[in-house]
């Protein structure tokens, strides 16, 4: 397995523009998170997904966020319309349920 | 509700000296602990993980950690620091409170290696 795969792995764009980023998980695994990591903030969860249904959606910062997950397979965060504060490195990571949690290279996202 | 606290955001040794970096976890059920490493543009790598078997935890490239019920504690240690181990290492705790298993993790902990 490839690990999980996050796409792309830099995204610089305009505020006021949309921004998806996407993420591909391990095979089998039915847990999936998306972190994001900033200095004042550290690691902060986002969102997550147990068996492609959301769960606990209580970090997502504002409504300009959101995230969906069609199948086992696939998931994005879109942000819209994107300000320079939502500049951040962005994780997409997944499990089995209460075994460790396997980390995407992250996208590093600039919003200017 | 989960926490972790990391006792200090640097630490700095010298190559060949001990490493320990140090968690405090708060988890109203027996918890599930891990420790992972951050390079510089990477993602998190898993150095080790608890979960109720053995107290003490081997792990990659050395490291171990103790799990400590009575302290709250899971802290990493390493008997001779390498300059390669110089990253950042996050602490997390998972403890499956409400039905799922979601890691919170620390704020980090920069490990500085000097020759």
């Known amino acids: 397995d490839a690990g999980v795969i996050q796409s792309p792995r830099h995204e610089v764009t305009e505020m006021g523009q949309e921004v998806t980023l996407r993420c591909k998980p391990i095979s089998g695994h039915n847990s999936l998170f998306w972190y994001r990591q900033t200095m004042m903030r550290g690691l902060e969860l986002l969102i997550y997904?147990?068996?492609?249904?959301?769960?606990?959606d209580s970090g997502m910062p504002e409504d300009r966020f959101s995230a969906k997950m069609p199948n086992a397979s696939f998931s994005t965060l879109k942000i819209q319309p994107s300000e320079p504060r939502d500049s951040a490195v962005y994780f997409c990571?997944?499990?089995?349920?209460?075994?460790?949690?396997?980390f995407g290279q992250g996208t590093r996202l600039t919003v200017v | 509700a989960q926490s972790v606290t990391q006792l200090g955001s640097h630490v700095s040794v010298s190559e060949g000296a001990l490493v320990l970096l140090r968690c405090n976890y708060s988890?109203?059920?027996?918890?599930?602990l891990f420790w992972y490493v951050q390079y510089p543009n990477q993602g998190l790598q898993l150095l080790l993980k608890?979960?109720?078997?053995?107290?003490l935890v081997k792990g990659i490239n050395g490291f171990e950690a103790e799990f400590k019920k009575s302290e709250t504690s899971f802290h990493l240690t390493k008997p001779s620091a390498h300059m390669s181990d110089a990253a950042e290492y996050f602490c997390a705790v998972s403890d499956g409170s409400g039905g799922s298993y979601i890691p919170t993790f620390g704020r980090g902990t920069s490990l500085i290696v000097h020759p």
């Open positions: 608890y979960t109720s078997a053995a107290t």
């Open positions: 997904f147990n068996n492609n249904v959301p769960i606990d």
């Open positions: 990571a997944g499990s089995s349920a209460g075994a460790e949690a396997f």
């Open positions: 988890s109203s059920v027996p918890p599930y």
